[in-house]
Nanobody
Framework: QVQLVESGGGLVQAGGSLRLSCAAS????????VGWFRQAPGKERQFVAA????????YLSDDVKGRFTVSRDSAKNTAYLQMNSLKPEDTAVYYC?????????????????WGQGTQVTVSS
């Protein structure tokens, strides 16, 4: 099993930045990729970004492309989501998750282990 703990959420004004961290423990050698999703109240969980663990290939949703970046530090077993130019519509609970091998990374069903989530609130 893999345990994931997100941190770094908070309250920020529009235009500001936050960096989320996702620390993995347990059977981390088996991690294929880490994805970031978000869920706003009353909305479905939405793909934000993903990074493959071995090659660090990155994927971003169109909503955040140009504003967010995803990275990982394999030595620390930690993935990061750097969020710049934040907008009020970015307000949501952000989750990280580990992906099953060779599955579409934009789909939540491709992920087997999830963190507890961290709240990001962007004020206008």
């Amino acid at each position: 099993q893999v345990q994931l703990v997100e941190s770094g959420g908070g309250l920020v004004q529009a235009g500001g930045s936050l960096r989320l961290s996702c620390a993995a423990s347990g059977r981390t050698i088996s991690v294929y990729a880490v994805g970031w999703f978000r869920q706003a109240p009353g909305k479905e969980r939405q793909f934000v970004a993903a990074i493959t663990w071995s090659r660090a290939n990155t994927y971003l949703s169109d909503d955040v492309k140009g504003r967010f970046t995803v990275s990982r530090d394999s030595a620390k077993n930690t993935a990061y989501l750097q969020m710049n130019s934040l907008k009020p519509e970015d307000t949501a609970v952000y989750y990280c998750a580990t992906a099953l091998p060779m599955q579409p990374l934009h789909m939540s069903g491709s992920y087997n282990y999830w963190g507890q989530g961290t709240q990001v609130t962007v004020s206008s």
